[in-house]
């Protein structure tokens, strides 16, 4: 990096302007390559999901709303344990590495330069999401396809994971002052940053108010039942 009174010349297009990355190597390959890898894996896990999902379940139909509850699982799934999870293992090299996912993460970086910086709560952040998150998405999807009863306790579980990530990663960045992008950037900035980690706010807020109301009718059912029973006890 070289700097010419306030004009900075880098060999790199992340934020701060100032960071100092002299390993680094430009993609090979576009954003729209990336992109378009990117949801169209998605969209076919989603398809696939929805398909399979609109027979009988366990002896039962499922409403279009579960459906895409299990689609978002899904998808899930994949990003936390295979994309997330790449970012685990290799986040050391992956300024430098061409391959395909580590191509993915630096073109997100241009969003959150914390991902090619190894910036310390990014990568446990990360860690936990794929060890965790990852295979326990997958796990509630078949919970609900076998009609196990603690279905909607590992909903409850994921998404207050999720959640709470998600805030820690977008607060973190507040008190950052937002530094690792081009702050108002259409793409990078409230596409890449905001619209994509803010789907991981909404949609787990979402799953977690039902987790809680069918769990709540469960232990009201629960606590009538026991009721019922301990008055016809003592009537004895």
């Known amino acids: 990096m070289e700097e010419t009174g306030s004009s900075l010349s880098t060999n790199h297009p992340y934020w701060p302007r100032n960071l100092s990355l002299p390993t680094y190597v430009p993609n090979d390959r576009s954003m729209t390559e990336i992109l378009v890898f990117l949801f169209s894996v998605s969209g076919l896990l989603l398809l696939s999901i929805w ?10 139909k499922l409403s279009a709303g579960r459906r895409l509850a299990l689609c978002w699982f899904t998808v899930c799934g994949f990003i936390h344990g295979v994309i997330e999870g790449w970012f685990a293992l290799f986040y050391p090299v992956i300024i430098s590495d061409q391959s395909f996912l580590s191509q993915l993460w630096k073109e997100y970086a241009k969003g959150d330069s914390r991902y090619i910086i190894a910036d310390n709560f990014t990568v446990c952040m990360e ?3 794929a060890c965790l998150w990852g295979p326990f998405s997958l796990w509630v999807v ?19 994971g999720q959640l709470y990530g ?29 619209f994509m980690n803010g789907l991981w706010i909404v949609i787990p807020f979402a799953l977690i108010v039902d987790a ?15 009721s019922s029973q301990s008055r016809k006890h003592k009537a004895n």
């Open 51 to 60: 398909a399979l999902t609109g027979k009988q379940v366990a002896g039962r």
């Open 127 to 129: 860690t936990v999401t």
């Open 142 to 160: 078949l919970a609900f396809l076998y009609n196990r009863p603690y279905r909607y306790v590992l909903q409850l579980i994921i998404s207050l």
């Open 166 to 194: 998600d805030v820690l990663y977008f607060y973190t960045e507040h008190r950052d002052g937002y530094m690792h992008s081009e702050h108002g950037h259409p793409i990078y900035f409230w596409f890449y940053f905001v």
């Open 212 to 226: 809680w109301r069918q769990l709540s009718a469960v232990q009201t059912l629960s606590d009538k039942t026991t």
